[in-house]
């Protein structure tokens, strides 16, 4: 059988049109590069659009004590201090510069009484931090930065006479194997969605931006997109992940009607004043504040209420805590049976705000319970549950460049699919400007990478056509397995085995049905040609959530204690020996998960200097606390 | 952007549906309403206007607004503050000078062609419902363009509205004393809603501060701008009401003027 | 409960509307239904969705004959017994079943003019009052769901006016630029007309009848503008105004507003000269090290593109004057905060 492929040829090519993608994408054309962008969807529907809360940077705009060390700070503290530090500090030194770029795009935030944009709080935020725009600064972002590639290709089309002549958007089009030559990255293969044609970019440096791998998980707050394609990728093609036990589960998902059971409920609810409650009507969050945040967190409820108004002599209310302990909480509360009928516990805003402040500030929260729960959320509580929402873990990469880690060199990766930058969980807010920070890198990067290069590697033709065989697979098998059971499937393993809380008996009977599960997908068949089949789609993205899934069980099997997106309940205390390790997943020869355990880089003196001893204690082993005296002593 | 370049070409066809519409919900229904309501009232209104009679009460000074201001020679004593300049030919409606304003600035009114283009002309009837004509140019050319003139003929209106306004205040006397009767109330409403569907146009939100580009640099205007938004979204039931109040006034004046009722007198 | 479905299956070649009958259970939604129908019988059921939560726009679709997104369309708002008919947006080439091909409107979102940053204003030094940035604010809404732009009769039932015509969509991003307080460019309003075809429009309201986000195109974007064009073409009170003073004698200086957009009927593909995009001078720049400015903030000089002074300015003591009540005033002032209108009462 012959197969149309068509070839195109570019510099750098994007997977990925989230803000991460798009970021880079822009990079890489400013450096000169022409540049591709790679789509599942159509062009500005990824992902990002539906960030709700906001983008953390430290401008202090809001209160000007806020700064990047501060950030810095409380990005260590809600990673349980598991982050690498070099990207924790780049990150907060760069994104406020980043998000004022956006304004340069057209990008237009809330504001201040002064004209600057305007900052909330958000868990685990020290100071109000995060720019935003109602509670739709996803979509604010992502609208900026497609606007800003439609504008330079503007440029292009008055220079050349072509929009796509140096950035081209493909848009519904899935990449579905990384192209090698040696270690180098040659290309990138993939389908059209529309028409099921093939399409192969040859090109010598690759970023991936894919997001996620939600989908994996039957309550999730994450689209059909998000199934790890990117993780995989970058695996199958020698790079290695990191921290992929790490999943966040966000505490405050919607859990009634059971059609729309995982949707978010966005974290500003409680930036602005909304409060948990159990069914007994109790502010339950007062129980649940851990010893390492006692300090910050108030014990009354009459000072948490204070400090809306009153931030600086006050300390702020456990709701606000992040968002690993706030969703353990609600666990426990529902497990004790003080939850709701529909399994979650109460988020209440409309006793706390006239309900015409609700409206202007909680807009698309309101839209939200109205249309999809017939709930008002001005007049009554909503009921809100765990989903899950975000992965900490992903592509191992150099914090500066975002280089892929691993034998691959070409691949460079940013935004959710990269590890690291957020430890063992991530602070709200601080995913989008990650988004910006590091995409921007890795598109600078990656154009720097395509110069250096003596000579462009090649893509073979084997490869090639391996590629289009594992893709037409699945059509040709006619009476293989439903792939839609088979996702559920997956779900059902992932949820309730690998779920929030973990146990070592079950993640060890998660790892055996995933074999299982292996087996069934190299079985699985799609009905119905090539055009727009959203079952061969999904058939194909199978096996990447499979590897994804089976790297998180294993790394969550090996880490024997709790912290952050990973709750042992036989290993319920953090261990400072764990915490000096990444566990790392990489792929062997025959396609199986092989992990290991690398040390964490260690921060440097001046950054370990920002922490107070007392902290630190709670973190860090004795021998690297003996280290730490030595370094004050030795400064003062 | 898109892959339509290098897309074999997969046939630009739209999805083949037989139904014309598939909407299920009485959609005519709203259109049905607007084009009775507004021919209903057209056809009173051509009638009153040709009528020449029952338009004025001397005694209480009231005046219908569909003669106001009198302005041709067969005005009743009394009913022309302004003058006579205009001879009496029948096809001279009495407020010559003023209802073709006020017509053109009813027909370039963007609700009312909203409601026209739907329920008369059928381009579209209703959302999703097929246009009733094969050629659209929308108001791109002759003689659609001449929409744009709704500017002037707010501005006319909103002169008019003031002589209005007047006939209501002059209307408080009974001979040569002060007087206040129903038809006082009816003139008042009627001039008070005159005001809300002239001031919540939309050119005149947008004169008053809409063109600006920076609300903050003209407090003022803001505030106004603000007050005019409000109404403005009350336009459409503005427009509806204001052709009841027209209608009822000049149906209360012609029956006290015929003296098929006597209006009802609170002072004097 | 078995719901009744009546589902348009096909591709460009042609195809029909078939029937299913579907499990549908409390709280769900349409796409629930076609989601469970792809998980059973018909796994190769093409439609478009992702976030599930109204925020995406991606999986509009026509729902008993009415443009809505199906993922926010409640199985409730039916009769128990009611037969639910879905078909792909009729505006649009069909891809295959529910999905449809939207380039369309990328190719006209490629057509606008994007946003040109002020000159000389460094990032991180723009300043906006919150007032002034709200309109436009309310058009960022959009989530290019292009239900607008399915229902507009202009391009509907008139497929040769697309090209001419840009849509609701694209006049809302017009306004959009045109009220935002520091865009650079002054000829949005000349662009609307000559190039997106806003004369098409007879403001019939369908676009805003079916924006899932509330925006009020007809009333808040579209009427505005064209408003705006009457003001520099028909405007008696303007055309006084600059004839009393002479402005019309000033030099046309301010380049943008001039390229010759004379005529409805010229250049309606939008190519040409008035494409002249913005440029990312100045934003690299500055971005890729240059400090920050510390330049004065911009204050928006009240001269038209032309030149020539506004008629409205009069008002205030001087050109482009700040506030007559002094510089100091707090902004947005207190109880006169602009709530945008109730959805769903016109
Ligand atoms: C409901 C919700 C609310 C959130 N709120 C916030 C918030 O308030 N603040 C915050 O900071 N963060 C928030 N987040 C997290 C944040 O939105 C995401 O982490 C972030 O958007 C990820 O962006 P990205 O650029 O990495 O990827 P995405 O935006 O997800 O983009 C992934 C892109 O990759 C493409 N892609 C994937 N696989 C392939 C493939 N095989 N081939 C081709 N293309 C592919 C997809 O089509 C898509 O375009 C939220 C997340 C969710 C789900
Ligand atoms: S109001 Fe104008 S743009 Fe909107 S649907 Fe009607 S004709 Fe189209
Ligand atoms: S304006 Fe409204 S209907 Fe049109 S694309 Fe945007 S969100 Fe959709
Ligand atoms: S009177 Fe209706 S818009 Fe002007
Ligand atoms: S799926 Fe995103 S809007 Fe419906």
């Known amino acids: 059988m012959t197969t149309r492929i068509e070839r195109h040829h570019y510099d750098v090519v994007v997977i990925g049109a989230g803000g991460a993608g798009l970021r880079a994408a822009i990079e890489a054309r400013l450096a000169g590069k022409k540049t591709a962008i790679i789509s599942k969807s159509l062009f500005g529907k990824a992902h990002t659009v539906m960030a709700e809360g906001g983008a953390a940077a430290a401008m202090g705009n809001v209160n000007s004590r806020d700064n990047w060390m501060v950030h810095f700070g409380d990005t260590m503290r809600g990673g349980k201090f598991l982050n690498n530090f070099r990207m924790a500090e780049l990150h907060a030194k760069e994104a406020p510069e980043r998000i004022w770029e956006l304004e340069t795009y057209g990008a237009l935030f809330d504001r201040t009484k002064d004209g600057k944009i305007s900052q909330r709080n958000f868990g685990g935020h020290e100071y109000p931090r995060l720019a935003h725009v109602g509670d739709r600064t996803g979509l604010e972002l992502i609208r900026t930065l497609q606007q800003k590639i439609v504008s330079l290709q503007q440029e292009d089309f008055a220079e050349t006479g072509s929009y796509d002549s140096r950035i081209r958007v493909f848009a519904e089009t899935t990449i579905t194997e990384l192209l090698l030559e040696g270690d180098r990255i040659a290309g990138a293969f993939g389908y059209y969605r529309e028409t099921g044609e093939f399409i192969l970019l040859e090109a010598p440096a690759v970023v991936l931006a894919t997001g996620g791998v939600g989908r994996s998980y039957k309550v999730t707050s994450n689209s059909w997109e998000y199934t790890g394609d990117g993780h995989a990728l970058a695996l199958r093609a020698g790079a290695t992940l990191i921290n992929m036990e790490f999943l966040q589960f966000h505490p405050t998902g919607m859990v009634w009607p059971p059609s729309v059971k995982g949707i978010l409920v966005t974290e500003s609810v409680r930036g602005d004043g909304g409060v948990l409650r159990n069914s007994d009507g109790k502010r339950f969050m007062f129980d649940y504040v851990p010893d390492v945040f006692r300090h910050q967190y108030a014990d009354t409820e009459e000072e948490a209420d204070r400090w809306y108004t009153d931030p600086d002599n006050n300390r702020r209310p456990p709701e606000l805590l992040p968002r690993d302990e706030v969703a353990r909480a609600i666990n426990s509360e529902v497990k004790a049976g003080r939850g709701t009928k529909s399994g979650g516990v109460f988020l209440d805003v409309s006793t706390r705000m006239p309900a015409e402040t609700i409206t202007r500030r909680l807009p698309s929260m309101y839209h939200q319970f109205k249309e999809l729960a017939d709930v008002d959320i001005t007049k009554e509580p909503m009921e809100v549950g765990p989903t899950c929402h975000y992965v900490m873990g992903g592509v191992e990469v150099d914090p500066d460049s975002g280089a892929a880690f691993g034998h691959v060199e070409g691949l460079f990766a940013a935004g959710e699919v990269s590890g690291g930058m957020h430890g063992s969980n991530r602070l709200g807010g601080n995913s989008l400007s990650d988004l910006l920070v590091f995409g921007k890198r890795a598109g600078e990067h990656a154009a720097a990478y395509t110069d250096a290069l003596p000579k462009r590697p090649k893509v073979a033709t084997a490869d090639v056509e391996a590629a289009v065989d594992t893709a037409l697979a699945p059509l040709s098998r006619e009476n293989g397995e439903n792939p839609y059971t088979l996702q559920q499937d997956l779900q059902a393993v992932m949820g309730d085995l690998v779920g929030i809380i973990r146990r070592e008996a079950e993640l060890t009977d998660a790892l055996k049905r995933l074999q299982e599960l292996k087996v069934r997908v190299a079985n699985v068949g799609a009905a119905g040609g090539r055009q727009y089949n959203p079952g061969w789609h999904l058939a194909l993205d199978l096996r990447n959530m499979l590897v994804v899934s089976e790297c998180t069980a294993k790394a969550a099997l090996e880490r024997e204690e709790s912290r952050g997106g990973h709750t042992r309940e036989d290993f319920p205390k953090m261990s400072p020996e764990w915490r000096k390790v990444n566990l790392v997943c990489s792929l062997d020869e025959a396609g199986d998960v092989h992990l290991e355990r690398k040390p964490l880089p260690k921060m440097r003196d001046e950054l370990l200097g920002l922490f107070k001893r007392s902290e630190l204690s709670k973190y860090l082993t004795d021998e690297e606390l003996a280290e730490f005296d030595a370094i004050t002593t030795e400064a003062n | ?268 | ?346």
């Open chain 3, 1 to 346: 409960m078995k719901r009744h479905f009546r589902i348009w299956r096909g591709d460009s070649s042609g195809g029909e509307i078939r029937d299913f009958q579907v499990e549908v259970n409390e709280g769900e939604v349409v796409l629930d239904a076609i989601h469970r129908l792809q998980a059973t019988e018909a796994p190769d059921l093409a439609c478009r969705w992702n976030c599930k939560a109204g925020k995406c726009g991606s999986c509009s679709m026509e729902i008993n004959g009415k443009p809505r997104l199906s993922c926010m369309t409640r199985m409730s708002t039916f009769e128990e017994n009611e037969t639910v008919t879905i078909t792909p947006l009729r505006t649009f080439p069909v891809i295959r079943d529910l999905v449809t091909d939207v380039s369309f409107n990328y190719e006209k979102a490629r057509e606008t003019p994007a946003f040109a940053p002020p000159k000389g204003v460094a990032p991180g030094d723009y300043r906006m009052k919150q007032v002034d940035v709200e309109r436009s604010q309310e058009f960022r809404k959009c989530i290019e769901c292009f239900l607008c732009q399915n229902t507009c009769h202009v391009v509907r039932d008139h497929e040769e006016n697309k090209k001419a015509f840009s849509g609701p969509r694209f006049f809302i991003r017009a306004a959009e630029l045109d009220m935002h307080p520091l865009d650079d460019r002054t000829d949005r309003k000349e662009y609307a007309q000559a190039s997106q075809g806003l004369g098409y429009c007879n403001i019939t309201k369908c676009c805003t009848e079916v924006c899932p986000e509330h925006i009020k195109i007809t009333d808040n974007a579209i009427i505005p503008m064209k408003e705006r064009v009457v003001d520099r073409r028909y405007d008696p009170l303007v055309w006084l105004g600059r004839k009393i003073f002479r402005r019309d004698q000033l030099d046309d200086s301010n380049g943008h507003g001039s390229h010759g957009h004379g005529s409805h009927g010229n250049s309606t593909g939008g190519s040409g000269q008035s494409m002249a995009p913005s440029t990312s001078e100045g934003v690299t720049g500055v971005a890729a090290g240059l400090g920050k400015s510390g330049a004065p903030l911009p204050t928006a000089p009240a001269l038209n593109p032309d030149g020539r002074l506004d008629v409205a300015e009069l008002l205030a003591e001087r050109p482009g004057g700040p506030s007559p009540f002094g510089d100091d005033q707090q902004f947005p002032l207190p109880n006169v905060t602009y709530n945008h209108p109730e959805p769903g009462k016109d």
């Open chain 2, 1 to 268: 952007m898109t892959t339509t370049a290098t897309r074999p070409d997969a046939g630009r066809a739209r999805a083949a549906i037989a139904a014309r519409t598939l909407r299920t919900d009485r959609w005519w229904i709203p259109p049905l309403v607007t084009f009775v309501g507004l021919s209903a009232w057209v056809i009173y209104a051509t009638v009153r206007v040709f009528m020449h009679k029952w338009y004025y009460v001397d005694q209480y000074h009231y005046l219908t607004p569909f003669y106001s201001p009198c302005l041709t020679d067969r005005c009743v004593e009394g009913s022309a503050e302004f003058g006579t300049p205009l001879p009496s030919f029948w096809l001279i409606p009495e407020a010559a000078l003023t209802l073709p304003f006020l017509l053109l600035f009813r027909l370039t009114c963007y609700y009312y062609r909203k409601a026209y283009y739907r329920a008369f002309w059928l381009s579209p009837p209703a959302c999703a419902v097929p246009d009733g004509h094969k050629k659209y140019t929308g108001e791109t050319r002759f003689p659609l363009i001449f929409q744009n003139v709704h500017r002037y003929a707010f501005y006319a209106a909103a002169i008019i509205s003031v002589i209005n306004t007047w006939d209501a205040v002059v209307a408080f006397q009974s001979g040569e004393k002060f007087g206040f009767g129903l038809g006082n109330i009816v003139l008042v409403i009627n001039v008070v809603m005159l005001w809300a569907y002239t001031v919540s146009c939309h050119s005149c939100r947008h004169i008053v501060a809409g063109r600006l580009k920076h609300f903050s640099k003209h407090p003022v205007r803001y505030r106004f701008w603000v007050f005019v938004s409000k109404l403005n979204a009350k336009h459409m039931q503005l427009a509806w009401i204001t052709l009841g109040t027209l209608a009822l006034t000049d149906f209360y004046v012609m029956a006290v003027s015929a003296g098929w009722f006597s209006d009802l007198r609170f002072i004097n």
